[in-house]
């Protein structure tokens, strides 16, 4: 590990420098504006595998925007290891709020500032420079590595089942090693062993046939179809924090006993929260804590409420933006039947409500933390950053990790070098450079410790 060190510290600028290089390409894959440079940055991906050292590095044109693979399989007695990451990001708006610009890359504080650069271009990057290393120092992997990295992650990836159906052998591996979440803090990591699916919902309510004067003749004749759907939305949701759906939680495993005491004893505390995001106190479902709302306990949230506007109208529709965080055992399409129920009970008169599924909806994912690939990472990250290494859920959503763990029934390790507080989609996201070299050293130990773990 000493000359790995010695190599990453000597070129530690080099890599910085091409780490910028690959946040200022903007792919942001939401809407078509970015579609050029969503092309682009799928070809810049390639030559990095490339100059990685990588074979067979392709661009596949899986319906939407392209899928980059590559990999290297030399290694007839070792096991094969899928790397998955992903080029597109978020839009970067409000871009008031950021003090650089986002695909300007700018380095304050040890801490790389743009868009990207921890979700997910910072963390992919290192995997790909982990591999180069190992190359350029050794030659040879004692395993068989593959990497696919595609392009739509942040719009739910909707080519890449399609893609496997199309390429069912071409991905097939030992286990996944994925690097898209976060560490419990600075100089603290934790291997995620569980993700929450999410279901996105559309509620459009129909009103009138044109938006009304609230004088004349119609204020206070026509159901306002902004305040039918704040009745909605009202609804469900009890005062408490508890959903009000009916059936909402039927499926919804109990925090165990385990989890509880592993979790009250993490170096995290709900009001040192409460004051880091300047809020009079954290709120949620009653009887949980934040970490345990986070990562076990299921969530409706609303994101975007339209209609109307300062005109003294009644407006024809109104529309909102709800989506469901589900946990282990909740399917998206059941909780969908019984959301979608609740909110026609619960319809007011004089409008008509529809409830949409923005589309099937990603089931929630544990990983089998006894892997010995797994434990692994555990190891790696002590080895490197010299403290333990907890075990954390996310309250986020991959939705390609339960499709690869579906469709090849292996393991996923979720590896995550990103911080809680890194505000990923959000103004002013970044990567911290302490991760950036304690990351690269943690995955070369983990590849080089690989055969001899199993």
Not at 15 to 26: A, S, V
Not at 271 to 294: C, D, H, N
Not at 337 to 349: V, Y
Request: aromatic residues 10%; hydrophobic residues 40%; proline residues 7%.
């Amino acid at each position: 590990m000493e000359l790995i060190h010695l190599y990453f510290s000597g070129k530690r600028a080099k890599l910085l420098e091409e780490l910028k290089d690959f946040i200022r390409i903007p792919s942001v894959s939401t809407g078509s504006d970015g579609r050029k440079e969503m092309f682009h940055c799928a070809e810049h991906v390639a030559r990095l595998l490339h100059q990685a050292g990588l074979e067979h590095v392709q661009e596949f044109a899986a319906g939407g925007y392209p899928i980059v693979y590559g990999d290297w399989l030399h290694a007839p007695d070792g096991p094969t290891v899928l790397v998955y990451g992903h080029y597109d990001v978020q839009p970067a708006e409000p871009m008031e709020l950021w003090k650089s610009p986002p695909f300007q890359p700018e380095i304050r504080e040890e801490k790389l500032f743009g868009r990207g650069a921890s979700d997910n271009k910072g963390q992919i990057f290192l995997h790909i420079k982990a591999i180069e290393a190992l190359l350029e120092l050794k030659g040879h992997l004692p395993f068989n590595i593959k990497f696919c990295i595609e392009g739509e992650e942040e719009i739910g990836s909707p080519s890449f089942s399609p893609f496997l159906q199309a390429n069912p052998d071409l991905l097939q591996a030992d286990w996944v090693v994925i690097s898209d979440t976060a560490m419990l803090r600075e100089n603290q990591p934790a291997v995620c062993y569980g993700l929450r699916g999410l279901l996105g919902v559309q509620i459009d309510v129909q009103g009138p046939a044109m938006d009304l004067p609230s004088g004349s003749i119609y204020g206070g004749a026509v159901q306002n179809p902004l305040h039918a759907l704040v009745h909605l939305l009202s609804s469900m949701r009890k005062d408490n924090g508890r959903i009000a759906v009916e059936g909402f939680y039927d499926e919804v495993l109990p925090v165990t006993k385990e989890e509880r005491e592993a979790w009250a004893g993490l170096p995290f505390r709900d009001s040192e929260w409460a004051q880091r995001l300047k809020v009079p106190e954290l709120f949620g479902e009653e009887g949980y804590t934040m970490l345990e709302r986070a990562w076990a306990r299921p969530t409706l949230e609303i994101h975007g409420v339209r209609g109307g506007g300062e005109q003294t109208i009644i407006p024809s529709t109104a529309h909102a933006h709800v989506t469901c965080r589900l946990v282990p055992e909740q399917d998206p399409q059941v909780i969908f039947r019984r959301l979608e129920k609740h909110i026609l009970a619960h319809a007011l008169p004089g409008v008509k409500v529809t409830v949409t599924a923005e589309d099937s909806g990603y089931k929630p994912y544990m990983t089998p933390i006894n892997h010995p690939a797994i434990r692994l990472a555990a190891e790696a990250y002590e080895h490197v950053y010299g403290v333990p290494c907890h075990w954390i859920r996310a309250g986020g959503s991959i939705p390609v990790v339960e499709t690869l763990a579906r469709q090849f029934e292996i393991p996923v390790v979720l590896m995550g070098f990103g911080l809680p507080d890194g505000n990923v989609h959000g103004p002013n996201e970044y990567f911290s450079l302490r991760n950036f070299d304690k990351g690269l050293l943690t995955l070369c130990y983990y590849w080089l410790q690989l055969k001899e773990s199993l």
